[in-house]
């Protein structure tokens, strides 16, 4: 069941076309990363979401309803570009932003004093935003996108300006919130968060989607069928020659205790991966047998290389 | 609606506790009451001293003439030299040395009056001096063509006209210059409000774009609202700014009059000088000029003035936001401020120029009608009586443009607010307005 389900969506700034019939479907519960080169049109289809730009052609289903201005408050958008009044004071500012989601005041102010105290931040409620450092109020800026309970998240780069010990925090705030039951989405140029927190991806590149989808589904389906090896042995060249002759094999280095012949094997699609290793193994002790499984670094570049060279 | 509530109680009391503004609110008519009292004082002690004015009267027709009041002293000199008198005066460090010197006939009299003085002397002084050689002179020529004294008294009286349009309304000179001032000021007052307040407002829209919290903003609420919220919260503000310059300077005005005796606003020169002619005339101004301020259309004035006010204000303002979204920094703005400016300035100059002429001229009206230049220009001419059908029309189209204008800038803003980092053409503003 998807929470948010973006449909042939259009939108061109005059002669420039910034989404080109983009079609997504966000699952619910999952955390969603929106990928993708800079100017591919991730920040525009965000702010369509968010209802802060509207789309030229195309629609968007929050929740099985298309979007509406009540939604608002369904929605909790942390901006790439953010800040905060910074001679307006922490709380105030707060309960401010809160209510302009739609909170009511004291329920917003219960909200803020639980969320202070679970960050540890409470002390700072009186001060000014110019007085705090940029993490500081990257934290304040987290709890006011969270504080409504929307049942959508939506994060651009979310770490940016934390240290590792306060990004590591904020992440395991995220996936709390998606346990507890918010679906997120999550655009990012880090990818190993993306390897770490996304269930699903989707790729955008020159205004179009290129790719989406379960990210282990993804992974399975670029599965090259190539294996890194080693294997322990004396004579390293010959026996690299002798394999090389009968599989396609490159030199590859990896690091590893044994020392032995090792290479990178792109099978057939006929071969049987069990009869090649017991086929290595007359070789020596094959130590190492790995089958190779794209990161989503790899995914994202390989991708954008296609594509490119397609245009 | 809920939104617009919060936005503006929020720039309201941002503007409100913001330090540099509340010492604005309080320093400046201090300032202004300190400036209005050291200027009244100084032409306060200037007239107090009394004038010593030695009088050298070779013809023998005007010396029993002058009489001392409380600012002049005459000194009649006997018969001397005229170089003599002169260093007499100077060395007693008299204001002046009157001469007249002695005369065939009176008409020689036109010229060759001479007032020496160590510095160019006061206007009324000169004015009461001459007023009195005048009228003797004038009688002087009339004895010696055999009228006799009575005819003579019975000659000198003042001639007023009396100003009344066909419709039964009583006009004066004097109601004109007042009209000026109520009208002047009116008009002058919407054009401070405007500039300083409109300024406000678009600082307070680039403040939010380069501390970036735009975004998050206006993914809760409408931009439009964002956009109309700081121009109504600014506003309060400065109303309530003015508010308080206005009782704060009352206040002073009322200490100031009764601790010193003078009536602050009315201090202009022309005034003591008048003084110095004769205090009963200056009564009678005083009385014509209560009189002719009661005549005043007031209440369409006041009227009209909020009307004005309000449109006027809210069309630049929306402006003034618009240009806040579309640029990055201050030193941006300046581009885009000047087509603002000029019709403002253009407003007053008009205001100022046109409508004294005349107020009911073609460029007064076409201007008065002008949506950017109406505010101004018609405020200062409605004391003077403008046709009902007149401001009504102008109005109208002073609100129809400013609907039309909060459109426009909306429009501007809703795209501009998100640009980073260029700086706009008027071209890409156009294309803006597609988007």
């Excluded at chain 2, 200037?46 to 409380?70: P, R």
């Excluded at chain 2, 419709?167 to 210059?177: H, I, R, Y």
């Excluded at chain 2, 007052?189 to 500039?195: K, V």
């Excluded at chain 2, 007031?298 to 630049?316: D, Q, S």
Aim: some cysteine; proline content about 3%; glycine content about 6%.
């Amino acid at each position: 069941m998807a929470l948010l389900d973006v449909n042939e969506v259009s939108k061109s700034f005059g002669s420039f076309t910034a989404l080109d019939r983009v079609s997504l479907s966000v699952p619910k519960g999952s955390i969603f990363g929106l990928l993708g080169p800079n100017g591919a049109g991730k920040t525009t289809l965000i702010r369509i979401v968010n209802q802060i730009t509207m789309p030229d052609q195309g629609n968007v289903y929050l929740d099985g309803a298309p979007l509406a201005p009540h939604h608002i408050s369904d929605i909790g958008y942390l901006p790439e570009e953010r800040g905060l009044y910074k001679s307006m004071k922490v709380g105030e500012q707060a309960l401010y932003l809160a209510q302009l989601k739609g909170m009511a005041k004291s329920e917003a102010k219960a909200q803020l004093k639980m969320w202070f105290e679970r960050l540890d931040i409470g002390h700072w409620w009186d001060k000014k935003i110019q007085e705090l450092s940029k993490g500081m109020a990257q934290k304040i800026q987290f709890v006011v996108t969270v504080l409504h309970r929307p049942k959508l998240l939506i994060f651009d780069e979310p770490f940016s300006g934390f240290d590792p010990i306060n990004a590591q925090v904020i992440q395991s705030e995220i996936l709390r919130l998606r346990d507890e039951g918010a679906t997120v989405i999550f655009s990012t140029h880090r990818m190993e968060s993306v390897e770490e927190l996304c269930d699903h991806i989707a790729l955008v590149h020159q205004s179009k989607k290129i790719l989406d989808g379960n990210l282990t589904q993804i992974k399975r389906a670029h599965l090259s069928n190539r294996f890194k090896v080693g294997i322990q042995c004396e004579n390293h060249d010959q026996i690299f020659k002798a394999i090389g002759e009968k599989f396609s094999i490159t030199p590859t280095v990896f690091k590893s205790v044994y020392q032995g012949v090792q290479f990178s094997l792109q099978l057939s699609y006929q071969d049987a991966p069990n009869a090649v290793l017991t086929e290595l193994s007359r070789y020596g002790m094959v130590y190492h047998f790995v089958a190779e499984v794209p990161s989503a670094n790899d995914l994202f570049v390989q991708t954008i290389a296609q594509n490119s060279n397609n245009n | 609606m809920k939104h617009l509530g919060l936005i503006i109680t929020r720039e309201y009391l941002n503007k409100i506790r913001n330090k540099s503004f509340v010492v604005m609110t309080f320093l400046s008519p201090l300032l202004m009451a300190a400036l209005i009292s050291v200027v009244a004082y100084l032409s306060s002690v200037n007239n107090d001293t009394l004038k010593d004015i030695k009088v050298l009267d070779n013809s023998g027709y005007f010396g029993h003439l002058f009489e001392d009041n409380n600012q002049l002293r005459f000194e009649i000199l006997p018969d001397m030299e005229l170089e003599q008198a002169k260093t007499l005066a100077e060395a007693t460090s008299a204001y002046g040395l009157l001469y007249i010197p002695s005369v065939d006939s009176i008409a020689a009299l036109k010229k060759g009056i001479t007032f020496y003085s160590a510095d160019t002397p006061a206007l009324g002084v000169t004015v009461a001096m001459e007023r009195l050689i005048q009228r003797q002179a004038n009688a002087l020529v009339l004895r010696e063509n055999g009228i006799d004294d009575k005819a003579i008294e019975a000659l000198y009286f003042n001639v007023s006209t009396q100003l009344e349009t066909f419709a039964g309304q009583e006009t004066s000179k004097l109601g004109s210059g007042l009209k000026l001032i109520f009208g002047g000021a009116a008009g002058y007052l919407l054009f401070m409000f405007i500039i300083i307040y409109g300024n406000m407002i678009m600082r307070s829209v680039i403040e939010e774009k380069t501390s970036r919290i735009i975004e998050v903003i206006i993914s809760s609420v409408k931009p439009r609202a964002l956009m109309l919220g700081k121009i109504f919260g600014t506003t309060l503000a400065g109303i309530t700014q003015f508010a308080i310059w206005v009782i704060i300077l009352g206040l002073f005005s009322v200490v100031a009059s009764s601790v010193l005796g003078l009536e602050i606003g009315s201090g202009a020169n022309l005034a003591q000088e008048a003084a110095q002619i004769g205090d009963q005339e200056s009564q009678e101004i005083a009385v014509a000029v209560a009189r002719e301020i009661w005549q005043l259309p007031l209440t369409n004035l006041v009227l009209m003035f909020f009307l004005y006010f309000i449109g006027g204000y809210l069309l630049y303002a929306s402006l003034y936001a618009a240009i806040g979204a579309a640029v990055d920094s201050e030193t941006d703005t300046q581009q885009f401020l000047l087509p603002i400016l000029m019709p403002l300035i253009i407003a007053v100059y008009v205001g100022v120029f046109t409508v004294i002429e005349d107020p009911h001229g073609t460029v007064s009206q076409v201007f008065s009608f002008i949506p950017l230049t109406s505010p101004v220009v018609m405020l200062m001419r409605i004391p003077f009586g403008v046709p009902l059908w007149q401001q009504i029309f102008s109005v109208v189209l002073l609100f129809t443009t400013f609907m039309g204008t909060v459109w426009l800038a909306a429009k501007i803003y809703r795209v501009g607010i998100l640009m980073y980092g260029k700086k706009p053409s008027y071209k890409e503003l156009i294309k803006w307005l597609k988007y």
